[in-house]
T-cell receptor, first 112, second 109 residues
């Protein structure tokens, strides 16, 4: 019974389009994160949030925008998609910032 | 350079044997996590460490913050241990874990 739900599991998008990746956690955690894993690189940190406040942003491009409508939600909006954005995007959460982190199963995004 | 360096990058083990994976840190790590990414891509939590050691079944992990390294020992390797092992380190003041590039482990019968 997964406690960190990511939707969709797989996503194919056209270059230039916009997509939203959904993440919700039912662990009662106060911190949430996004990481990206592509074939060429290890897991890369993107964003961290604590109590719905942005704590760190390591994403150079403003095309990536996290959205936190509720404490247990952290969606990721990606605009003007490029083929290089193809990767698996993992959402994660922890009780407090930088305590033990747990990961969702990921959304595999392919941009064609 | 790499802030979290894992070694070896790949490893093949005979079933029933033992091995050790290592992470060296060039950041002042305060906590460390070890994960196994299984062939389906899921990240499974193995250990969450402050300086010290932990053991869970056939796995044992140590974290030495002064010498800036962590190890993961696998005893009596089984086929289901195959996958990619990642370590990740956090240092105070940075609100994220930094991952190593992983060790790809294949256990063979």
């Amino acid at each position: 019974d997964p406690k960190i739900i990511q939707k969709p599991k797989y996503l194919v998008a056209v270059t230039g389009s916009e997509k939203i990746l959904i993440c919700e956690q039912y662990l009662g955690h106060n911190a949430m994160y996004w990481y990206r894993q592509s074939a060429k690189k290890p897991l890369e940190f993107m964003f961290s949030y604590s109590y719905q406040k942005l704590m760190d942003n390591q994403t150079a491009s403003s095309r990536f925008q996290p959205q936190s409508s509720k404490k247990n939600h952290l969606d990721l909006q990606i605009t003007a998609l490029k083929p290089d954005d193809s990767a698996t995007y993992f959402c994660a959460s922890s009780q407090e910032i930088n305590t033990e982190v747990f990961f969702g199963k990921g959304t595999r995004l392919t941009v064609v | 350079g790499d802030k979290v360096k894992q070694s070896p990058s790949a490893l093949s083990l005979q079933e029933g044997t033992n091995s050790a994976l290592r992470c060296n840190f060039s950041i002042a790590a305060t906590t460390v996590q070890w994960f196994l990414q299984n062939p389906r891509g899921s990240l499974i939590n193995l250990f969450y460490l402050v300086p010290g050691t932990k053991e869970n079944g056939r796995l044992k992990s140590a974290f030495d913050s002064k010498e800036s390294y962590s190890t993961l020992h696998i005893r009596d390797a089984q086929l289901e241990d195959s996958g990619t092992y990642f370590c990740a380190a956090e240092n105070t003041g940075n609100y994220k874990y930094v991952f190593g590039a992983g060790t790809r482990l294949k256990v063979i019968a």
